[in-house]
């Protein structure tokens, strides 16, 4: 049985067996150092970032002194993708090589607005943002990679936001986090939270860590302001509390991601979205509590908290180790229309410890 997208059901939906329904035939192994995506960023004409413009334009934060009119690298950054604009067609790489902090920027976050073909890539283990995010706003081939951006409150709070219909994103080996003990759960918002009609886009590799709320696809209940098409795939997710992600509407993909102690819960599907729940390794996941809100227990997939209608997941080859999972079968036999090569947990865990987060990948300017 297929779930048609949107379609709604009671709380238990129909149970199909975990291990019956799978994936197309692999045939794009998933390589840590790869020039290009996996998943539905590869879709949609493809993601190359900056090096998928006609004429590209690139350029060293450190050195901006030698371009820009600014007085700090933060806001040379800030204008040059404004600049960036008036660039129709050209490709901008921006090497980040200093740490961008608050007290660099005008504005309370760094806008990625109305362009295209944009890579901003960490140095080394330089790239950094601390306590400054970034919003994409109606922006297209787009690539954020090797960059630590963390403990972002200013703003709206997030540490990356893809919103207003960008498409075709790839966000890969960076490292999020804040921190979890001591502070409220809304002092920070989202680390990366996709929003308002995004679409095509692959989180890949990256570190997620010490945060409360840690990514939302699908801000509101809305199926008019819903995104859509998202791969999250190689990434750890450690010691967090929630949204991890939580999904609403959209066809996504979790694929070869490690979770682990992850106080709340995880996988959240709601409003009919459908999510394919591959290959992941969940140790330590999940209160073990009811959700008074839905009657479920919080753990690695469910659907919990607030919204009046459940989502749905499609289980295939995860492993769950002191994680409340005996009761989870599938209710859903959506599958990605995507090539793609699935580890098995085991061998994900060894590969997400060895190549997730930033250092990983070499981009020298």
Do not use: C
Not at 12 to 19: I, Q, V, Y
Not at 85 to 91: A, H, S, V
Not at 298 to 309: H, T
Request: aromatic share 8%; no cysteine; hydrophobic share 35%.
């Amino acid at each position: 049985m297929s779930t048609p997208k949107r379609t709604l059901a009671a709380a238990g939906g129909l149970a199909l067996a975990a291990s019956v329904l799978v994936a197309p035939s692999p045939a794009a192994a998933a390589d840590p150092f790869a020039d290009a995506p996996v998943g539905y960023a590869s879709m949609n004409g493809g993601t190359d970032g900056g090096y998928g413009g006609s004429t590209v334009h690139e350029y060293v934060l450190s050195e901006y002194a030698s371009w820009s009119t600014e007085s700090t690298p933060g806001q040379a950054l800030y204008e040059l993708l404004n600049d960036h604009q008036d660039n129709e067609g050209d490709g901008l790489v921006v090497h980040v090589d200093v740490t961008v902090t608050p007290d660099q920027v005008d504005e309370s976050k760094i806008d990625v607005k109305d362009v295209s073909n944009v890579s901003i890539l960490g140095v080394g283990d330089s790239g950094e943002f601390d306590g400054i995010g970034f919003k994409l706003s109606r922006s297209h081939n787009v690539v954020f990679r090797n960059l630590a951006i963390h403990h972002v409150s200013q703003g709206e709070g997030d540490a990356l936001e893809v919103a207003s219909e960008s498409s075709n994103v790839w966000i890969d080996h960076n490292e999020f986090y804040s921190e979890l003990d001591g502070v409220d759960k809304d002092h920070y918002d989202g680390l990366v939270d996709i929003k308002h009609g995004s679409e095509y886009v692959t989180v890949s590799w990256n570190t997620f860590t010490d945060h409360w709320k840690t990514s939302l696809v699908g801000h509101n209940d809305s199926a008019s302001s819903a995104p859509d098409f998202i791969t999250y795939h190689h990434n750890l997710f450690s010691n967090l509390n929630t949204r991890v992600p939580l999904v609403r509407h959209a066809d996504v993909h979790m694929l070869n991601n490690v979770f682990e102690d992850i106080g709340g819960s995880a996988v959240n599907a709601r409003m009919g979205a459908r999510i394919l729940v591959e290959g992941n390794s969940f140790d330590n996941v999940g209160s073990g509590e009811e959700d008074g809100t839905t009657g479920q227990v919080e753990g690695p997939v469910g659907w919990w908290y607030g919204s009046s209608e459940t989502g749905y997941w499609n289980l295939v080859d995860n492993a769950f180790t002191d994680s409340p999972s005996d009761h989870l079968e599938s209710t859903t036999d959506f599958t990605v229309p995507y090539p793609y090569d699935a580890e098995t947990p085991a061998q994900a865990r060894e590969s997400v410890a060895a190549h997730a987060g930033t250092g990983v990948v070499d981009v020298t300017p």
